[in-house]
């Protein structure tokens, strides 16, 4: 059974930086994309980005690029978000999530999910 465990979240002021962890267990995740999602208060769940774990090729959605970058650790099986330059709109709660096959940003072709990290940023 797929296990996935996100920490890292927090309170931190506008224009800081945070880095999301997504410690995951319970496969090898070679044809897998791990990616991360995120719900704000009374909003949809968003794609922010994703990876495909063999390889790295990675996709982010638009309000993000430049700004975070999602790595992976094979070895310790630990999905990464860094997150830079951050804005009051990147409040949300954060979910890392996977999926057998192609990076995409529909989160219904997800199989599994993180209990979520609240990110909370202040102006």
């Known amino acids: 059974q797929v296990q996935l465990v996100e920490s890292g979240g927090g309170l931190v002021q506008s224009g800081g930086s945070l880095r999301l962890s997504c410690a995951a267990s319970?496969?090898?995740?070679?044809?897998?994309?791990l990616a991360w999602f995120r719900q704000a208060p009374g909003k949809e769940r968003e794609f922010v980005g994703g990876?495909?774990?063999?390889?790295?090729?990675?996709s982010y959605t638009a309000s993000v690029k430049g700004r975070f970058t999602i790595s992976r650790d094979a070895a310790k099986n630990t999905l990464y978000l860094q997150m830079n330059n951050l804005k009051p709109e990147d409040t949300a709660v954060y979910y890392c999530?996977?999926?057998?096959?192609?990076?995409?940003?529909?989160?219904?072709?997800?199989?599994?999910w993180g209990q979520g990290t609240q990110v909370t940023v202040s102006s």
């Open positions: 319970g496969r090898t995740f070679g044809d897998y994309t």
């Open positions: 999530a996977a999926r057998q096959g192609y990076i995409s940003g529909i989160s219904g072709l997800y199989n599994y």
């Open positions: 990876i495909l774990w063999s390889g790295g090729r990675t």
